[in-house]
């Protein structure tokens, strides 16, 4: 089975600070992706990348970067020089990597961010 | 954009009652899915569709249905509703399978007194 863990509940930041979510899971499959989505006060559920399980490199876009490290089963979220608006809760979550099935999401538990003046 | 509603947006139902959520794509994707979010349990899956007439159960499918008669149409049932599923359902859809994102509707928040 599938699994995710956020270990951090929440977070509380002021602007400006650097902070890092992390993010572990367990699969069985060879094949996998792993993704992060920010659900900000509103609801809504926003997509913010993907990453396969061949791929280690690092990922930046913009402010946000992400560490995927296979060989301890994580996936952590980098907010540089966090502002008010990255205040949300972010999902890690999982899915097998099998083409041409259904994409079956296993999500973490979320970390509340909470980024303060 | 991904094109997705929800309906209702809101609800409040009583105990025993049945209830149908409707989720609604415009661009017919194949696969669309329905979780909850609940507190200490982040989303989970119930029930995810591959196709018209095509479904199969998630994770937490107990208690729920599901039909699929139109590409751009996935509805969940609860068949008698308990305070237990009280919830803020989310719909999703992939535009691929197995390794494609999901973007997700609105959501519903359900109220079962």
């Known amino acids: 089975a599938q699994k995710v863990t956020q270990v951090q509940t929440e977070i509380s930041v002021v602007e400006k600070e650097d902070v890092t979510l992390d993010c572990v899971y367990e699969?069985?499959?060879?094949?996998?992706?792993l993704f992060w989505y920010k659900q900000p006060p509103s609801g809504e559920l926003v997509f913010l990348i993907r990453?396969?399980?061949?791929?280690?490199q690092n990922e930046i876009s913009g402010r946000y970067s992400w560490n995927f490290q296979k060989s301890t089963s994580s996936f952590n979220f980098t907010i540089t020089a966090s502002q008010v608006v990255d205040s949300a809760v972010y999902f890690c979550a999982l899915s097998d990597g099998r083409a041409g099935t259904a994409s079956k999401l296993t999500f973490g538990t979320g970390t509340r961010l909470q980024v303060t003046l | 954009d991904a094109g997705i509603t929800q309906s209702p947006r809101h609800k409040v139902t009583e105990t025993g009652t049945p209830v149908t959520l409707r989720c609604h794509q415009t661009?017919?994707?194949?696969?669309m899915y329905w979780y909850r979010q609940d507190p200490g349990h982040g989303l989970r899956l119930i029930h995810y569709?591959?196709?018209?007439?095509?479904?199969d159960k998630g994770e937490v499918s107990d208690g729920y249905s599901v039909s699929r008669s139109k590409t751009e149409d996935f509805l969940l049932t609860l068949e008698s509703a308990t305070s237990s599923q009280t919830s803020v359902y989310f719909c999703a859809i992939s535009y691929t399978g197995g390794p494609g994102e999901q973007y997700f509707g609105p959501g519903t928040r359900l109220t079962v007194t």
């Open positions: 990453r396969n399980s061949f791929d280690e």
């Open positions: 699969t069985r499959d060879t094949t996998y992706y």
């Open positions: 661009e017919n994707h194949r696969y």
């Open positions: 569709s591959y196709g018209v007439k095509d479904t």
